[in-house]
């Protein structure tokens, strides 16, 4: 069976995704994401990579490219991608060049449209109803597309909780001002959501513990925008030890996650409708469609495995 892997640099987490290729279908056999928070401390524009941080994200590099080790993922099968973590960063050359020392690969930034079209791509791969809007909620910026015209806006959790911590009227009156031109790209259609920020949330209303995270069991859920206002409500109630015992809430989203589920909620307001798709057929998925047809292997779908090799989520 033919395996691929991608590594994405992100601005709160570095994720890693293994998958087979075989009759026609992608197999998923593996996945994790490591908290780094590589652009911590980032507000308006741009900013400077901490050698706190980057040494954080090469260690969490360093955890990914293990975890396609053990895939047994060829180093020639494998893509390395950042996304506004380094778009955004004055020393991103240096940053990447530590990063691609550890993973032994070429790091590719990808610019807002590509991140935005890759989103897209994945999203639409594995879901039968028709796409009308993705929208990939990271820590550095919000993704938003139709699959013809894409935005890339400073949105993003980690960005909203530096900027305004977590006062949700500020957030989403921030929000709101950036979101004009995504409300007259709306036309009708399933709206589906990937990141980080919406897979807590399904994590978070199915009630399933961190350590039992499998993709299959919050890829395609129906997520309505009362049921976010709801835990939105009940989260901003809860002190950073509180949270601790929400199921579902990883520890090192607990003071991102009012924020995230702000912007969510803003962008529901713009877009006029109470629910959204939840996919987990991301930015990463895209990658290995891409990859794939690059080899000249065609896919139809996703055979989601329940006996996979599951990373630190």
């Known amino acids: 069976m033919k395996r691929l892997g991608v590594i994405d640099v992100g601005s709160n987490s570095v994720r890693a995704l293994a998958a087979g290729y075989a ?16 652009a911590q401390g980032v507000g308006e524009g741009r900013y400077a990579i901490s050698g706190e941080a980057l040494s954080r994200t090469k260690a969490a590099v360093a955890k990914a490219c293990m975890l396609l080790d053990v895939i047994c993922v060829p180093l020639e099968d494998r893509s390395f991608i950042a996304t506004e973590s380094l778009r955004s960063a004055h020393n991103a050359s240096f940053a990447a060049a530590e990063l691609e020392g550890v993973a032994g690969l070429p790091l590719s930034v990808l610019s807002g449209h590509e991140e935005a079209s890759l989103s897209f791509q994945g999203a639409a791969f594995d879901l039968r109803e028709r796409v009308g809007l993705i929208f990939d909620l990271g820590g550095g910026s919000l993704e938003v597309g139709d699959g013809k015209r894409f935005f890339s806006l400073p949105l993003g959790a980690v960005r909203m909780a530096s900027l305004y911590g977590e006062d949700v009227k500020k957030i989403s009156s921030a929000a709101a001002k950036r979101l004009d031109e995504v409300r007259r790209l709306y036309a009708g259609g399933a709206v589906v959501g990937v990141g980080g920020t919406s897979s807590t949330v399904v994590m978070m209303l199915k009630a399933v513990p961190v350590r039992e995270y499998h993709p299959g069991k919050a890829h395609g859920s129906l997520v309505r925008k009362k049921e976010i206002e709801g835990l939105l409500a009940k989260m901003a109630r809860l002190s950073a030890e509180g949270r601790r015992n929400i199921i579902g809430l990883e520890p090192g989203r607990a003071d991102i ?5 702000a ?3 803003s962008l529901l307001d713009a877009l006029a409708i109470d ?8 930015l990463l998925w895209g990658k290995l469609v891409e990859m794939a047809r690059e080899r000249g292997l065609t896919a139809s779908g996703i055979d989601w495995r329940v006996d996979c090799v599951e990373g630190q989520v």
Do not use: K, N, Q
């Open 257 to 261: 996650i009012v924020p995230g589920m």
């Open 263 to 265: 912007v969510i909620v």
């Open 23 to 38: 009759e026609g279908r992608f197999v998923y056999l593996a996945s994790g994401a490591w908290i780094s928070r590589l």
């Open 275 to 282: 629910s959204y798709t939840h996919s987990e057929c991301d």
